[in-house]
């Protein structure tokens, strides 16, 4: 909204020329998003506690250290996240751009499918929630409508086409294919960071270093020098989504602070939902779906987990892992929740520097 209202009157006042640019712009979305959380942050926590009570069911098949440390902490505290996220990202982004439109629509879509889903658990008292094909179905349909978006906004010559790391001229044309293909890499995102969410402050760093590293690649894949300079794919208008990424950093560590070991409040699939999406749809649009596996391959970690615990059960009747997702298989080995919480963290962070490495080597 600023970038909208205050150039126009650059002239009179010279400082308003600072909101043309990318940079201070994220910068601003980063600060802002950080002191929402901060302010309303103890007001969102008293409210949750005085609506539920009990707080967040724990799973009775869980680790059993859950039922003594984490009874009582109240859920749904992605709300505080969406709430800096929008806010930060409708002051500090062009509000003419698309993207922005069409990630904060599948960011709030499955935010409340997620909120959904943990009021349910709420109100039942049991760890089930939204039925998971009523789940699946609507983050199919929002992650349908933005592919469509995405796909009729972006540039004919690359809106079918799926990058490949490594490789600079290799662009795939998927034809309609590319929409089922982009609805897998929204929802399956989704997903991934709702099963990473187990454990205090698990995801939201792993979440946060992604949303930092599509910041720079959203950035370079919008601006035609860099992009030229780097062979990767340029994306008019990608720039933009490197505010949103930005506030995302933002409201990730405001929510820290209050998720920190022992946590005062869960993110819930209110958070988790919507901001496996966010990072979903950000790297459809900057054509690093492929890219997105490697950032975030702590979460792709975390899933491949659950794949293979169920499928192992169900064709040998044995479990590969003490349980899953994988987080949990070391809490039944005896680690200590903050040695699996920071070991995760800094295998995120080495993936992430992995994923960043993709921008050179082609």
Same mark, same amino acid.
Not at 257 to 275: E, I, K, R, Y
């Given at each position: 909204?600023?970038?909208?209202?205050?150039?126009?009157?650059?002239?009179?006042?010279?400082?308003?020329?600072?909101?043309?640019?990318?940079?201070?712009?994220?910068?601003?979305?980063?600060?802002?998003?950080?002191?929402?959380?901060?302010?309303?942050?103890?007001?969102?926590?008293?409210?949750?506690?005085?609506?539920?009570?009990?707080?967040?069911?724990?799973?009775?098949?869980?680790?059993?250290?859950?039922?003594?440390?984490?009874?009582?902490?109240?859920?749904?505290?992605?709300?505080?996240?969406?709430?800096?996220?929008?806010?930060?990202?409708?002051?500090?982004?062009?509000?003419?751009?698309?993207?922005?439109?069409?990630?904060?629509?599948?960011?709030?879509?499955?935010?409340?499918?997620?909120?959904?889903?943990?009021?349910?658990?709420?109100?039942?008292?049991?760890?089930?929630?939204?039925?998971?094909?009523?789940?699946?179905?609507?983050?199919?349909?929002?992650?349908?409508?933005?592919?469509?978006?995405?796909?009729?906004?972006?540039?004919?010559?690359?809106?079918?086409?799926?990058?490949?790391?490594?490789?600079?001229?290799?662009?795939?044309?998927?034809?309609?294919?590319?929409?089922?293909?982009?609805?897998?890499?929204?929802?399956?995102?989704?997903?991934?960071?709702?099963?990473?969410? !187990?454990?205090?402050?698990?995801? %939201? +760093?792993?979440?946060?270093?992604?949303? @930092?590293?599509?910041?720079?690649? &959203?950035? *370079? #894949?919008?601006?035609?020098?860099?992009?030229?300079?780097?062979?990767?794919?340029?994306?008019?208008?990608?720039?933009?989504?490197?505010?949103?990424?930005?506030?995302?950093?933002?409201?990730?560590?405001?929510?820290?602070?209050?998720?920190?070991?022992?946590?005062?409040?869960?993110?819930?699939?209110?958070?988790?939902?919507?901001?496996?999406?966010?990072?979903?749809?950000?790297?459809?649009?900057?054509?690093?779906?492929?890219?997105?596996?490697?950032?975030?391959?702590?979460?792709?970690?975390?899933?491949?987990?659950?794949?293979?615990?169920?499928?192992?059960?169900?064709?040998?009747?044995?479990?590969?892992?003490?349980?899953?997702?994988?987080?949990?298989?070391?809490?039944?080995? !005896?680690?200590?929740?903050?040695? %699996? +919480?920071?070991?995760?963290?800094?295998? @995120?962070?080495?993936?992430?520097? &992995?994923? *960043? #490495?993709?921008?050179?080597?082609?």
């Amino acid at each position: 909204m600023l970038y909208n209202l205050l150039p126009a009157f650059a002239d009179d006042f010279q400082a308003f020329n600072l909101f043309r640019y990318l940079t201070f712009r994220a910068a601003g979305a980063v600060v802002t998003a950080l002191f929402l959380s901060f302010v309303f942050g103890p007001w969102v926590i008293r409210w949750l506690k005085s609506k539920q009570g009990e707080g967040q069911p724990i799973r009775a098949d869980g680790p059993e250290s859950h039922i003594l440390t984490k009874r009582g902490t109240p859920t749904m505290g992605g709300v505080l996240i969406l709430f800096a996220l929008t806010v930060s990202t409708l002051l500090w982004a062009d509000l003419s751009n698309p993207y922005v439109w069409t990630v904060l629509l599948v960011t709030g879509g499955f935010g409340l499918i997620g909120f959904g889903d943990d009021y349910l658990k709420l109100t039942k008292r049991n760890a089930r929630g939204l039925p998971s094909r009523w789940k699946f179905a609507g983050q199919l349909a929002i992650s349908f409508v933005a592919a469509v978006a995405i796909m009729t906004t972006t540039p004919a010559n690359l809106a079918d086409g799926l990058a490949v790391p490594f490789f600079k001229d290799l662009l795939l044309n998927l034809g309609l294919f590319f929409i089922p293909f982009a609805m897998l890499v929204m929802t399956g995102a989704s997903n991934a960071v709702n099963l990473t969410d !187990g454990l205090d402050g698990l995801a %939201i +760093v792993p979440v946060m270093i992604a949303a @930092a590293v599509f910041a720079l690649i &959203a950035y *370079l #894949a919008g601006n035609i020098v860099f992009s030229e300079y780097l062979q990767i794919l340029y994306v008019p208008g990608a720039g933009e989504l490197a505010i949103l990424c930005a506030a995302l950093c933002g409201a990730s560590l405001g929510f820290l602070w209050f998720n920190a070991p022992p946590a005062m409040v869960f993110m819930g699939d209110t958070g988790s939902l919507a901001c496996g999406g966010a990072l979903g749809a950000i790297a459809v649009v900057a054509k690093h779906e492929l890219v997105l596996a490697i950032v975030g391959g702590l979460f792709v970690l975390e899933t491949v987990s659950v794949i293979v615990q169920v499928a192992s059960f169900k064709l040998t009747g044995k479990r590969v892992f003490r349980m899953a997702p994988l987080h949990h298989h070391f809490e039944k080995k !005896g680690w200590a929740e903050p040695t %699996i +919480v920071i070991r995760f963290w800094i295998i @995120a962070s080495v993936l992430a520097l &992995a994923g *960043l #490495a993709t921008l050179k080597l082609r």
